[in-house]
Nanobody, 124 residues
Framework: QVQLVESGGGLVQAGGSLRLSCTAARRTISGYAMGWFRQAPGKEREFVGA????????LYADSVKGRFTMSRDNAKETVYLQMNGLKPEDTAAYSC?????????????????WGQGAQVTVSS
């Protein structure tokens, strides 16, 4: 079973940037779509974005479109989430996930392996 480890979270002021990384161990993520989700305290898990197996197709939630960018380096078994123009409402625990599909699913039910999460806190 693949293991996913997120890194790069932290505290940033509104308008700032962070880049999250998600690195896979034990098994490859090549050939599968990857997604990012986030969950704020007291709220349901929210889809952030997804990237297809090749990295050529991405899908974003409306709330982050134009500010967040996903990319992947299959040789490094790593997926990235570049977050620019951060807002206080982006504060959440961000988790990456591996899909069982090659395309870009939005539903968490289409993801089979999850990372432990990285906290992102945006101060106003």
């Amino acid at each position: 079973q693949v293991q996913l480890v997120e890194s790069g979270g932290g505290l940033v002021q509104a308008g700032g940037s962070l880049r999250l990384s998600c690195t896979a161990a034990r098994r490859t993520i090549s050939g599968y779509a990857m997604g990012w989700f986030r969950q704020a305290p007291g709220k349901e898990r929210e889809f952030v974005g997804a990237i297809d197996w090749s990295g050529s197709s991405t899908l974003y939630a409306d709330s982050v479109k134009g500010r967040f960018t996903m990319s992947r380096d299959n040789a490094k078994e790593t997926v990235y989430l570049q977050m620019n123009g951060l807002k206080p409402e982006d504060t959440a625990a961000y988790s990456c996930a591996k899909s069982s599909f090659a395309s870009t699913p939005r539903s968490p039910l289409q993801y089979e392996v999850w990372g432990q999460g990285a906290q992102v806190t945006v101060s106003s």
